[in-house]
C-alpha cells in the first residue's frame, strides 16, 4: 500500500512540473460538475476466494457510480470533491453446494475532497489528476441458508483513499464528456455474529483490505 502511495505522489509531483511547463492555455471557466458510473475490478485479498486466506473478501468485479466537482484556483491546480457509491457481488465458488445460499453485496458510500492537477491538452481537451480522501460508509455482506441469516452485515465507518486519473472533452460551450482510471483503498473494520450450529452464534471481528481499480465514463458541465 506505502508503495503505490508513493508511487502516485510521485506521478502527481510529475505531472504537476510537467503540465506546468506546457498548459499556458487560460481557464475560464473554474467549476465543473460531472456524472459518472463504470466496472469497478477489486484484486488482493478482497477478491481472493481461498477458504484458506483468512482475509479473502470473495468479492466479484462490480460498479462505482461518481458524482465529482472541480474548481479550479488557476490554470494548474484545483479542488476536488466527490461522491461516490460501489457496490461487489460476493463470489460463490468457495462452497461446494450453493443451493439455498443468498450472500448480499458488500457496499460502500462516501464523500472526498483533495487536491487536483489540471492539464490542458487541447483548447477542448483536460486532463486531472486527483488524491482525494474523507469518510466512507461499508456494509459487510449478509449469508442465508434457506432464507434463514447465518452471517449478520455490519457497518462500518472508514477513511478511504482515492487517486484519479480523467479526461474531459469539452463539446460544445458548457458540456463535457468524461472518462478516466481510478484506484480506492479502504480497510474498514466489522465485528460480525455467525451462526456455529445447534442455535449458537460466535462474534467475529476482522478488518477488511478493500483495493479496486475503476473505470468510469459519463457527461458533465462547467460553469
Do not use: C
Not at 512540473?17 to 481557464?27: C, D, G, V, Y
Not at 462500518?156 to 481510478?182: E, H, M, Q
Request: hydrophobic share 40%.
Amino acid at each position: 500500500m506505502k508503495k503505490i502511495l508513493f508511487s502516485f505522489l510521485s506521478l502527481f509531483i510529475f505531472a504537476a512540473m510537467a503540465i506546468a511547463q506546457e498548459s499556458n492555455t487560460e481557464i475560464v471557466q473554474r467549476n465543473f460538475l460531472t456524472a459518472s458510473a463504470g466496472p469497478s475490478f477489486p484484486f488482493g485479498d478482497f477478491s481472493s476466494t481461498d477458504i484458506n486466506n483468512t482475509n479473502a473478501g470473495m468479492a466479484k468485479t462490480g460498479f462505482t457510480i461518481d458524482l465529482k466537482y472541480g474548481h479550479h484556483f488557476g490554470n494548474l491546480f484545483g479542488l476536488s470533491l466527490g461522491a461516490v457509491y460501489g457496490h461487489h457481488d460476493v463470489s460463490k465458488s468457495f462452497l461446494s453446494d450453493g443451493s439455498g445460499v443468498s450472500i448480499k453485496p458488500w457496499e460502500y458510500f462516501g464523500f472526498l475532497a483533495g487536491p487536483m492537477v489540471t492539464g490542458t491538452l487541447t483548447p477542448k481537451t483536460f486532463f486531472d489528476f486527483s488524491v482525494t480522501s474523507g469518510v466512507a460508509f461499508v456494509r459487510s455482506p449478509e449469508g442465508k441458508l434457506n432464507g434463514e441469516v447465518v452471517v449478520q452485515k455490519d457497518n462500518s465507518t472508514t477513511v478511504p483513499l482515492k487517486l484519479a486519473g480523467d479526461f474531459r472533452f469539452r463539446f460544445n460551450s458548457a458540456g463535457y464528456l468524461f472518462g478516466g482510471v481510478n484506484y480506492t483503498y479502504m480497510k474498514p473494520r466489522f465485528n460480525v455474529s455467525t451462526q456455529t450450529g445447534l442455535g449458537t452464534n460466535e462474534n467475529v471481528a476482522f478488518n477488511q483490505k478493500m483495493n479496486m481499480i475503476g473505470v468510469n465514463a459519463g457527461i458533465g458541465f462547467g460553469f
